[in-house]
């Protein structure tokens, strides 16, 4: 089994007014595995992809402990060590493209610019490892890409060469906050095949933030579902999709689109939407949509039951989770 | 397929092309010789990549757009949109945030196309719009920042349905909710077809979601049609399709749930 890269424990966000937005998530990511972190809006997906690097919004508090490979515990509540890793160590990729350029410079230069400037390579050779990326993205003919200002790009175009910037520095551990929501469905495999090769090819644990069930369950190793802030569930991705043990998990796979499915006829659904922050329900935060739910769930919340393999919160777990 | 000499279809597209002029007077064409029906109660579903021409295409048959080339027709007539008349063409749009005007409550704005109405039967239309459409009718004076985003998409419909239009154009109505939500919005799309019997049009993205919503699949690339026919035919091809078309389903193929389901009555 590979090396541990990223080790996440008791990750919480808290705002000013004191409302936990993200509560005691923990998260394990070996050498090579994609880790797909799966929830909905609010669920908290963004703000504990930021946290694990310490780039929460200022206003929002932080805290636990992160782990990188056989390193030091580093403080979640300490963002200035945690600057210290950022780009080799841990690289973020945020959802919009557009805001990780300079408008007023080219591609080319944007793209080697911090390895450069940090030292991690030469010139010529951050320029052919930046080509050989924009191939691999299909951006086609390098050459041309580098010339072009970030206005020019289009909007996929714009989320491939984010991710050659994110990847330029070939970072142990990558967060990747959704990766594909602008691109077109041919190019999202394509994407995520790459994001996938990188970890295969280079060793890099990744974190892939999505609310795609279908695209995390294509290309994920192991699935970590959050709903309002907390881990529901977190399994290996085939078993969880065969047995999902908390209702939620099965709520998710249960209204996936599928080419096979029905025509024409209603879909099975919940009722109700995720809850936002500030407005948690009491017991267990799903209870008012689950539809399993019982008079306990509303008055307890139930804890996490972390197994080797599997983890889940709910009383009446459909799957037994051993440690 | 209904016969067109016994029905007249609620859309007509016709030979429609589209030309923008950009700066230095280049022409960028965005539709090239397009044409589909849709009948009465019947759904076609629009695919394609970003720049395929499907915004464009919508935009014409909701006479937003005026085609450089050939004929929309909406019950057979050319739509002629008259200052203070709503149109008999209404939209649903991807970001329902966008759509409302957050300083309008949202019966205010569910309202807007029922101007000619006394205020009694406005309010009381609302209503009724709002309880179609699953939204309690006591939250009718709230501002849409009160409602969250399938709720907002909600509330778009009803506007969309408080004319009683002939014909629901859908631009992506469901790809800025949230997994769980957007299976409500299609079964409620679904309800309100089949009760209202409007001929809709939807673009999308997604594969999936156009099966489960249309009859009729368009495929545009760069403006041209690449596909146009029935869902299942795209699916379980009688004939080799054309390379990209194939690729398109392929994708959609690899991006869905890696295996089935455990069965979803297991939930209740």
């Known amino acids: 089994m590979n090396a541990e890269a990223l080790r996440v424990e008791n990750l919480t966000v808290t705002t000013a007014a004191g409302i936990e937005i993200v509560s005691g998530v923990d998260l394990t990511v070996r050498e090579g595995e994609l880790l797909g972190l799966l929830g909905e809006t609010g669920a908290g997906k963004t ?35 945690l600057a210290k890793y950022l780009g080799r160590t841990a690289g973020l990729m945020l959802q919009n493209p557009m805001g990780a350029f300079d408008p007023i410079k080219r591609i080319g230069p944007q793209l080697i610019e911090s390895v450069v400037h940090n030292g991690l390579m030469t010139k010529a050779e951050a320029l052919a490892r930046a080509a050989k990326l924009c191939r691999h993205l299909g951006l086609g003919d390098a050459e041309s890409i580098f010339r072009l200002y ?120 919940v009722g109700g939407e995720p809850p936002l922050p500030g407005h948690w329900p009491s017991g267990c935060y799903f209870h008012p949509r689950c539809p399993e739910a019982r008079d306990r769930c509303s008055l307890e919340r139930p804890t996490f039951v972390a197994g080797a393999e599997r983890g889940v919160a709910c009383h009446f777990a459909r799957q037994e989770v051993r440690s | ?73 909406i019950n057979g007539r050319p739509l002629a949109l008259r200052p203070g008349r709503t149109s008999p063409v209404q939209m649903v749009f991807q970001n329902p945030v966008d759509a409302l005007d957050p300083m309008r409550s949202v019966r205010s704005s569910v309202a807007e196309p029922l101007r000619g109405l006394p205020r009694a039967q406005r309010h009381a239309r609302v209503s009724e ?10 939250r009718a004076t709230d501002r849409p920042l009160a409602f969250s985003g399938g709720q907002l998409q909600r509330v778009v419909i009803a506007r969309a349905l408080a004319s009683s239009p002939e014909v629901l154009l859908c631009d992506e109505p469901t790809s800025a909710l949230d997994v769980s939500v957007q299976a409500q919005i299609i079964n409620l799309l679904l309800t309100l077809q089949e009760k209202h019997q409007f001929a809709m049009v939807l673009v999308t993205h997604d594969l999936a979601v156009a099966k489960v919503l249309a009859d009729d699949i368009l495929v545009l690339r760069q403006g041209r049609v690449l596909f146009h026919g029935d869902v299942d035919q795209l699916l379980q091809p009688a004939e080799p399709l054309d390379g990209y078309v194939a690729d398109l389903v392929q994708t959609s193929r690899d991006s869905e749930l890696a295996q089935p389901p455990v069965t979803p009555m297991e939930m209740v």
């Not at chain 2, 719009?129 to 006591?138: M, T």
């Open chain 1, 47 to 81: 703000m504990t992809a930021r946290a694990i690097l310490g780039l929460q919004p200022r206003g929002l508090r932080a805290t636990g402990r992160v782990r990188f490979g056989d390193g030091e515990w580093i403080s979640l509540a300490q963002p200035e060590l």
């Open chain 1, 150 to 269: 970030p206005h020019q790009l289009s909007g996929g175009m714009s989320q491939r060469v984010a991710l050659a910037l994110t990847l330029m520095p070939a970072p142990k551990v990558l967060v990747v906050d959704e990766p594909t929501s602008a691109l077109d469905a041919n190019l999202r495999v394509e994407a995520l095949k790459l994001v996938q090769s990188v970890a295969r090819d280079d060793g890099t644990a990744i974190v892939l933030i999505s609310h795609d069930l279908g695209l995390v369950s294509r290309f994920c190793d192991a699935i970590a579902v959050l709903y309002a802030g907390h881990l529901v569930e977190y399994g290996p991705t085939s078993e969880l999709l065969h047995v999902a043990a908390h209702p939620y998990t099965a709520t998710l796979i249960s209204c996936s689109l599928r080419l096979d499915g029905p025509r024409r006829t209603a879909l099975p659904t």
């Open chain 2, 1 to 73: 397929m209904t016969d067109p000499a016994t029905t007249t279809p609620a859309i007509e597209v016709a030979g429609v092309s589209k030309t923008f002029t950009g700066r230095g007077r280049t022409t960028r064409p965005a539709l090239c010789e397009v044409s589909f029906t849709v009948a009465r109660g019947r759904t076609t579903a629009i695919v394609g990549e970003s720049g395929a021409g499907k915004s464009t295409l919508v935009r014409c048959v909701a006479g937003l757009e005026k085609p450089s080339a050939g004929a929309v027709l």
């Open chain 2, 129 to 138: 719009l709002l309880s179609l459409v699953g939204i309690n009718p006591s």
